[in-house]
């Protein structure tokens, strides 16, 4: 073969076309694909492309990548931009000193062709060419379209550009140009839309005109991040993007919009590529790896882009299963996108009531949270099956098996659900089950410690008569109020900021498995991370929708009183009753309570004697004590420790302790609070807060000094009660709560 042979890297719809023009005009064109039925179809016929009802065929050299081992020259490469690497690959050890290798792709490809084979062997390209591979060794031929070459980096344009673009005029209106990249970025903005037209399974040109909110903003998303790098976007075929930035005049927008629809009507092809390799061929669709680099750019400039990942997270569902296919995701992309497209740069939260935010940076937050929820109701069904999945794992405080089990399925859960932490810890202890601390990259020096457990009061074996169930909203099931849903939920919010490319906090999520038996075995390893953190959100279970600012402090005791033993009977004033000692004890106690103080004091268990006709030689008494003030805590201490016995043949021995210290409304707790209800009221509705008399792990944090968020977990009731529920829109809520804070806290 001579130096001249073009090799085209990929037959497929853009690439076989092109060879197709090429060699009918007469240049020596080889085409090496993958798919043996399609080579061997070329082989046979010539590779034909097909306008209508007529059909053309010209002789072109073809082989698959195992066949040739020969060099190669001048390469046109048009594989799917996923498989760009592994092409490269093949092209890499085969590609003549002077050789050099053109994209003509989709999507952003030069720099990874540059990094293999040399910037100076590398030529820059935009291509749109509505073709379709419509049976083995037959291209569609969808109608003009446009194709620019120039080097990289937007130097001048070379000999070797304009040799190939004269050769490539065999095809059509080919040009030379030193800004292919303002060509790319802006197929980039065209190429969103016609990726969220492949949601549903209607022509391009009706979605566009039907749904012009999100095709605006999807658009507008990526010339956002455009703008980062300063690109000058070329208008194309019928695509004027400046009419698609954000800002943009809407008058001249609708007319550029009519005039793009009114084009793609005349294309004989009217759907998407993306839409027949996911309608059609079932089979992974390009789309999703174009956009990596716009993703990456865009969180390397905090550029929020919510809609365009939206649509590629729809697309990634749609690769599963091509059927849920439906308009009804343009619409919840409308939804999303708003009355305006969702602003560049994420606005400030005013840090007191004495900043007042200007109307536009308010409007722009309801907007952002209005995207959130809207993300997270469109995927409210994947959160009940996470919920159903992590209640079917048992977890009882007292099985170190169960909880060992559950723990091992979080951490592969949470893998699929956020990707690899970038550190992992699980602190072993033998009483109760092992501690998880998992951190997780973002914005700011300090993370958000983000605080649960895993463990039930449940006995295992409680699924096997009342498994997890769901009637409609209602969602029952042993431990999904307390705290299973509260976990799920604060995992979703994470995903939803990840996927709408909104700011989130350095995070760590770290989950104990013996809070249901006190946390002693935990509460110093909490109290240690949250010194290392800004905050702490605790995932417990709202109180009737209700945040809890006040938690009342939890004291164990246990009071045992030693008798002396005797015949009941036959000397009954030899003996001294321990059981008689522990009634004036009880009665005593209970003058200890203080309920308009918050202090309840209960006798739960007691426990005595040996036999009826025997003076009890030994008493017990355990003692459950809720206060809601370190004043009360200290006073309450004060009188056990003063317990004497009634009977001086008696002694009375106090131990115990307290479980959880007070958690009380600190200056700290109530400014998170504000935020919260802040948060809340971009959603739509008031938060409540309120005081509790059950502890939770936040008691050891708020006792430290530092400040706590907690009760945000699931919307509901009935916890440690066969009543134990929670709800599908309170799984939505909570999760878009804590998303909003999480962003909030992102932004300072």
Known sequence: ????????????????????????????????????????????????????????????????????????????????????????????????????????????????????????????????????????????????????????????????????????????????????????????????????????????????????????????????????????????????????????????????????????????????????????????????????????????????????????????????????????????????????????????????????????????????ADAVRAWLAARQEEMVRDLGRYTSQESASDDPRALAACLSWLRDWLDDALGTAYTEEVLEREQGGDILVRRYAGTGERPVLLLGHYDTVWPTGTLAEWPFQRDGDRITGPGVFDMKAGLVQGVWALRALDALGLPRPACTLMLNGDEETGSLASSDAIVAEARDSRATLVFEAAADGAIKTARKGVGLFTVTVTGQEAHAGLDPTAGASAVEELAHQILRLGALRDLEAGTSVNVGVIEGGTRSNVTAGRAVGRLDIRVATAAEQARVGAALAALRPVDPRTSVEVTGGWNRPVFERTPEVAELADLARGCAALLGYELRETAVGGASDGNFVVAAGLPVLDGIGAMGSGAHARSEHTTVTGMVERAALTAVILGALARG
Do not use: C
């Not at 455009?226 to 690109?231: E, L, R, Y």
């Open 1 to 368: 073969m001579r130096d001249d042979t073009y090799t085209v890297v990929g037959a497929g719809a853009i690439g076989g076309t092109l060879a197709f023009s090429l060699a009918r005009a007469g240049h020596r064109v080889r085409v090496i694909d993958a798919d043996g039925a399609h080579v061997a179809a070329i082989r046979a016929h010539g590779l034909t492309v097909a306008r209508g009802e007529h059909r053309e065929s010209v002789p072109v050299e073809a082989a698959t990548p195992d066949e040739f081992d020969g060099t190669v020259h001048r390469v046109l490469l048009a594989v799917k931009a996923q498989a760009t690497d592994t092409a490269l690959s093949w092209i890499a050890p085969r590609l003549a000193p002077d050789g050099w290798v053109v994209s003509v792709q989709n999507g952003f490809n030069e720099d990874l062709i540059a990094r293999r084979i040399g910037p100076e062997r590398t030529v820059a390209a935009f291509v749109n060419i509505f073709a379709d591979v419509i049976e083995p060794g037959v291209i569609l031929d969808g109608g003009a379209g446009a194709l620019v070459v120039g080097e990289r980096g937007g130097a001048p344009v070379s000999a070797r550009v304009r040799g190939l673009v004269d050769d490539l005029r065999s095809w059509g209106p080919a040009v030379a140009s030193d800004n292919v990249e303002g060509y790319l970025w802006a197929k980039a903005g065209f190429g969103a839309m016609l990726a969220a037209t492949a949601l549903a399974d209607a022509p391009m040109a009706e979605l566009i005109d039907r749904h012009g909110p999100a095709m605006d903003a999807v658009a507008a998303e990526v010339f956002d991040v455009a703008d980062t790098s300063g690109i000058r976007l070329e208008a194309f075929d019928a695509f004027e993007p400046e009419a698609f930035r954000r800002g943009a005049d809407p008058e001249a927008r609708r007319a550029a919009t009519g005039r793009l629809t009114a084009w793609l009507r005349t294309q004989s092809k009217d759907r998407s590529g993306i839409w027949r390799d996911l309608a059609v061929r079932r089979r992974p669709v390009e789309v999703t790896t174009h956009y990596a680099d716009v993703f990456e750019l865009a969180g390397r400039h905090g550029v929020a882009t919510p809609v365009l990942r939206a649509v590629i997270d729809g697309l990634r569902e749609l690769e599963r299963d091509p059927e849920l296919m439906a308009e009804s995701r343009l619409d919840a992309l409308d939804r999303l996108a708003g009355p305006a497209a969702v602003p560049s740069a994420a606005p400030s939260v005013p840090d007191s009531d004495d900043v007042r935010p200007d109307a536009a940076s308010v409007q722009a937050d309801a907007v952002q």
